[in-house]
Structures are given as structure tokens and as C-alpha cells.
């Protein structure tokens, strides 16, 4: 194993991690998007650029706007 | 179940699954050392049979099609139960979103975000395209270069136009693009059928060299259809559930 891949394994299992941690959920979303951000290197780190094409656009905008979308959805049914 | 119980369950379920995944973790190959035969099979055999320099792609599209097919099928299958869901509540609660937007101003979008993200727009689609329009080629395919599509769709709702995000995609135009994608990769297979090949088999001419945009057969084809479809299939179901949310928010 690289450095590089060992330096993105700690990098995806801190984020995770930070995701996790995260009681917002707002704020939980927008890490998740940023965390969607180091498994794309992960999987460009281990060779794998057709998955990290699709995580890039499906794991840091689309499921971040549909949470968002449903996030809004449940705060105003509280309000 | 008391709170006594409730810890002895956990620690018997926790440390049983943690056995597991340990024993699991013991019994994976060497970092590095890849013991099936299919994957070195195929790359070395998937340039010279198909064309296509992507192998990822290759054997998504030809080798392995019609496990992608289903795997298509599922997001089509999504997008449907999306738009029939949220159809239903959208004609329950218009009568009532008049009501609820007193007062409940959205705030509006900056010009920052605003410029940033319709500079990003054109972009976005030019790269979707190339990824699809390649996907034989290099990394990427339909599924990736549509998601990247319908990434540029969503950009200009977050340049704060949804109603610019309806014209661009009306519903049915949408429904149209989706079922139509879907279909045809399907319909692919049964020309294939009719010309009494196995189902998706690539009947297409391989194009003179590997490695250029003509060439690979049905993989080309497939991957075209995928990307229309998965873009329009993304398009659908942001699109219906801002529309939901921002209905019932009374937000225009």
C-alpha cells in the first residue's frame, strides 16, 4: 500500500467519523458532502475512476439536495 | 426489558458481530493480491474482443449487460415511485399552499451564488457528455456521465430558478427522455434476439480500432441510452420533491 492510499484511509475513516458525530443535521448533510469528496479520492487512490466518477456527483450533490429537500420538508411541517 | 437486560443483549449481539467481522477480516486476500480468475480474464481479453479500452465499461454494457439492465431498472423503477407518490400530495396540498405563504418570504439567492453557479452550468453538461459520449474510452459510462447531467439541472435550481429548472425540464418532456432510454437499451437486447443472437449480444460493427469513439458496437449505444436515462431519471426525482417541498413551503 502508498502513502497516498494510506493517507486517504485515515482521511475517509476521520470524516466518516466527523459525519457520525455530528448532531446538526443540517450540518451533518453539508459533511456528508464534503466526506463524499474523500471517498472519491479513495477510489481514485485505489484505481477505481469509474466508481469515484460516480460517488463524486451522486455521493456529494445529489444525496446531499434530496436530504436537504426532505430536511426542509420536516422543518416546516414542525414549525 | 430493563436497562440490565438491554446491556447483556447488546454485549452478546455486539461481541458476536464483532467475532464475525474479525473472523471475516482474517479470511480476506492480501492487500493487493486479487485471487479470481474473471478479472485478469477479461482484461486481457476485453480490448481485442470488444473494442473498448475501458474495460469497467465493457463489462458493463456488453459482458455482464443484462445485470446492468435490471440494475437500470431499479432507478427507473425509483423515479416512477417518486413521481406517483408525490403526484398524489402534490393536488392535495395546492389548495392549501396560497394560504401557508404569508409571511414566508424565502430568502433570496445571492448574486455570488447565483453568477458562480450559472457559470458552472454550461461546464457541467459539456463534461457529463464527454464522459458519456466516452464511456468505452476512458473511465466514466452512462450511469457516471449522467449523474454529472443532472448535476448541471440541479445547478441551475441553485442559481435560484426553479421555475427556470421547469422549462428547462418540463415533466413530460422528462417521463419522455427516461422511459425512452430505459426502453431502448432494453430494446437493444431483442434486436439482437430478432437477429438471432443471445439477448444484448453486441451485433454492431466494432469500428476499425480500439480505443476511438466509433468504435465497441452496442457498448457505445448502451451507454448513450443509460446516460439519458439516468440524467432524466435524477432531473425527476429532484425535481418533484422541490417541487413538493417548495409548494408547500407557498414559495412561488
Same mark, same amino acid.
Given at each position: ?7 486517504? /484511509?485515515?482521511?475517509? %475513516?476521520?470524516? $466518516?467519523?466527523? &459525519?457520525? +458525530? ?6 451533518? =448533510?453539508? #459533511? ?8 472519491? /479520492?479513495?477510489?481514485? %487512490?485505489?484505481? $477505481?475512476?469509474? &466508481?469515484? +466518477? ?6 456529494? =450533490?445529489? #444525496? ?16 | ?252
Amino acid at each position: 500500500m502508498s502513502a497516498l492510499q494510506a493517507a486517504v /484511509l485515515v482521511l475517509v %475513516a476521520g470524516g $466518516a467519523t466527523a &459525519v457520525v +458525530l455530528t448532531r446538526n443535521p443540517t450540518r451533518q =448533510v453539508v #459533511l456528508l458532502s464534503a466526506y463524499g469528496i474523500t471517498l472519491a /479520492l479513495l477510489f481514485t %487512490a485505489f484505481q $477505481a475512476p469509474d &466508481v469515484a +466518477l460516480s460517488e463524486l456527483t451522486v455521493g456529494t =450533490v445529489i #444525496l446531499p439536495i434530496l436530504l436537504l429537500v426532505a430536511l426542509a420538508k420536516v422543518r416546516r411541517k414542525e414549525e | 426489558m430493563t436497562p440490565g437486560l438491554r446491556r447483556w443483549t447488546f454485549l452478546v449481539a455486539g461481541g458476536g458481530l464483532g467475532a464475525l467481522l474479525v473472523w471475516g477480516f482474517v479470511g480476506l486476500p492480501g492487500f493487493g493480491h486479487y485471487p479470481g480468475p474473471y478479472g485478469d480474464l477479461l482484461n486481457s481479453v476485453a480490448v481485442g474482443q470488444r473494442h473498448a479500452t475501458d474495460v469497467v465499461t465493457a463489462i458493463n454494457f456488453d459482458y455482464r449487460g443484462f445485470d446492468t439492465l435490471g440494475e437500470e431498472f431499479i432507478l427507473f423503477t425509483a423515479a416512477t415511485g417518486v413521481s406517483i407518490v408525490l403526484r398524489e400530495l402534490r393536488r392535495e396540498r395546492e389548495r392549501t399552499a396560497v394560504d401557508e405563504a404569508a409571511g414566508r418570504e424565502a430568502p433570496a439567492t445571492s448574486d455570488a451564488v447565483r453568477m458562480a453557479c450559472l457559470v458552472l452550468v454550461g461546464p457541467t453538461m459539456l463534461v457529463g457528455w464527454n464522459v458519456v459520449s466516452h464511456g468505452q474510452v476512458n473511465p466514466g459510462g452512462g450511469f457516471q456521465g449522467g449523474a454529472i447531467m443532472a448535476t448541471a439541472f440541479v445547478l441551475v435550481y441553485l442559481s435560484g430558478e426553479f421555475i427556470a429548472l421547469k422549462r428547462l425540464s418540463p415533466v413530460h418532456l422528462t417521463d419522455a427522455v427516461e422511459a425512452i432510454g430505459a426502453g431502448s437499451f432494453a430494446a437493444l437486447g431483442v434486436a439482437a434476439l430478432a437477429l438471432g443472437f443471445p439477448y444484448l449480444d453486441n451485433i454492431l460493427p466494432l469500428g476499425t480500432s480500439a480505443g476511438t469513439v466509433d468504435s465497441s458496437g452496442t457498448i457505445a449505444l448502451i451507454s448513450f441510452f443509460v446516460g439519458i436515462e439516468v440524467t432524466a431519471a435524477f432531473v425527476l426525482i429532484v425535481g418533484e420533491l422541490l417541487e413538493q417541498t417548495l409548494l408547500v413551503r407557498g414559495d412561488r
